[in-house]
């Protein structure tokens, strides 16, 4: 899947990665993909929880050699 930007949050734990990603977001347009790449599991069931609650949409999540890929698409400001 292609992304418009990337977010590693690679060796970074919950809730981190969410907190990290609620800044992100802010930065890009929208319709713009972002994508998150952690190594925490966690990640599978809080990124659906934090899209669910902010509006933002889930386009996928992909494992890779133990990284979660996620991608997230910005629906609002």
């Not at 899947?1 to 809730?15: F, K, R, S």
Request: one cysteine or more.
């Amino acid at each position: 899947m292609q992304a418009d930007q990337t977010l590693d949050c690679v060796g970074i734990y919950c809730p981190t990665p969410i907190v990290k990603t609620t800044a992100k977001i802010k930065e890009l347009k929208v319709g713009e993909v972002l994508e998150i790449i952690s190594d925490d599991k966690r990640i599978r069931l809080d990124m659906p929880d934090w899209c669910q609650r902010t509006g933002h949409e889930l386009l996928g999540i992909d494992e890779k050699n133990g990284e979660y890929h996620v991608y997230v698409k910005k629906v609002h400001d």
